[in-house]
């Protein structure tokens, strides 16, 4: 089949990668030329993907980047995998519609376009569709097949990808979600049919809203039993030992990348626009989580000061600016805590081995802290070392060596200087 995959970023590049593996004519479009170029030349920007598994798709042409939509003119599939923000808390499709108008203007009659992108329940046949029949002149199901199918990325924890990943699927109507199931069946390893697209949608949601809940009670529970002189991470662990209806989350220092902190807000702006009514529990577990950085940096400031060192003018060596074991540095925590310590004065320096100086929005995650790396001497001079991700690359044995002052958001090290969260 010959393939489109609209968006070549931290979705659609695996996807089009892997469907090009699977034997497909894969395009890979997206309109950041910086991307396509580095794509093109067999160069990967993403830290999970290595350019080795780009370099042999070109050679022998079954994945081409590009930035010209001509190119994209008599696909079988099209697969829209682009950001969906937010902006002052109402969900952001500008990218979906552009995409959408795009593929109208390529599409041709029995062709099939999937949306990835993660979104409120109803986008895909009140959205999509329209838009995409207003530009084309085509009805969906009729003339085209029209379906969603959200992404399930997590590119911090490698041991699940794309082909041992179940996959929703679904479709305006049953022509429709064959088609979509037919494709998706050729790339992973098993699909998983849903009844219709807003149930899928809802799904998506669901699935990290349930993630994004679950951290803020941790999270609330960690910053009561600081309080209250109570060990929150032993108590984690022996609740874990429950071999049914308990799951194990962890505290932390926040939430960070595009789906966590975005997707919930999508669906409360999709229940209060609906009902008329707030999703509490969503809007509750927001506030936890939002101030996680605010407390940290507090921590760290009360942490300073039993140490007869103040906070301001100190030199603080925070560890990660991208999730863990990522280079994603989107809706970055560290940004927060940075904002937050260097008002209260401090000298903050970031230490991410996995984040170029160079690469798209690590400046603007510094919140105009200095990058260093984590030497023995960066460690040994900092009045504080925060371990806010913990990476796998980071040796945390190096740390506790050389490091006076420890405060750690993931519990990674132990010794008589580390402050655990």
Known sequence: MRVVVVGQGYVGLPLALRAAEAGHQVIGYDTDEWKVKRLADGESYINSIPGGDIAPLLANGTYRPTSDENELRGFDIAVISVPTPLRDGTPDLGSVESAASMLARVLSPGATIVLESTTYPGTTTGVVGPLIESRSGMVAGRDFHLGFSPERMAPQQPEWGLHNTPKLVSGIDEASLDAVDAFYR??????????????AELAKLLENTFRFVNIALVNELAVHSHALGVDVWEAIEAAASKPFGFMKFTPGPGVAGHCLPIDP??????????VGRRFRIVDSAYDVNHDMPLYVARRVAEGLNSRARSVHGARVLLLGLAR????????????????????????????????????PGTREALEGARQVEATPAELAGADVVVVLED???????????????????????????????
């Open 186 to 199: 050729t790339v992973v390893g098993q699909t998983v049919r849903v009844s219709g697209c807003a149930e």
């Open 265 to 274: 807000h999508y669906l409360s702006w999709w229940v209060e626009r609906g």
């Open 324 to 359: 863990r074991n990522t280079d994603d540095v989107r809706e970055s925590l560290t940004a927060r805590v940075i904002r937050e310590l260097r008002r209260l004065g401090a000298d903050v320096y970031v230490a991410d081995p996995h984040v170029p100086a160079e690469a």
């Open 391 to 421: 990476h796998d690359s980071f040796d945390f044995a190096e740390v506790v060596q050389h490091a006076g002052y420890v405060f750690d958001c993931r519990r990674r090290t132990h010794g008589s200087q580390v402050e655990i969260l």
